[in-house]
């Protein structure tokens, strides 16, 4: 069984930053990719960003050059570094740890708004 926890969402303002933590336990395997998408008000969810074993990552158009996706050694813990946060990166924001199969966390609010 592996579990998928998310932290560190929250309200901020436009301009501001938020780090987001993911962090997995249980039967984890080191090989593994992780990703984290959101679903705003309203739309469907979609990638934001990726980390694949071998530690090359990817980003949504919409969020290159504001967020960065980063992991621990252990490959347990995943960030999202967002800066220059927009009213439109408002939604919730999932973690996703695949290896075999995928799993999700539930999920943790981002609000961007004055």
């Known amino acids: 069984q592996v579990q998928v926890m998310e932290s560190g969402g929250g309200l901020v303002q436009p301009g501001g930053s938020l780090r987001l933590s993911c962090t997995v336990s249980?039967?984890?395997?080191?090989?593994?990719?992780m990703g984290w998408y959101r679903q705003g008000p309203g739309k469907e969810r979609e990638l934001v960003a990726f980390?694949?074993?071998?530690?090359?990552?990817s980003y949504a158009d919409s969020v290159k050059g504001r967020f960065t996706i980063s992991r621990d050694n252990a490959k347990t813990t995943v960030y999202l570094q967002m800066n220059i946060l927009k009213p439109e990166d408002t939604a919730v924001y999932y973690c996703?740890?695949?290896?075999?199969?995928?799993?999700w966390g539930q999920g943790t609010q981002v609000t961007v708004s004055s």
């Open positions: 996703k740890y695949s290896v075999i199969r995928d799993y």
């Open positions: 249980g039967r984890i395997s080191s090989i593994n990719s």
């Open positions: 980390i694949n074993p071998r530690g090359s990552t």
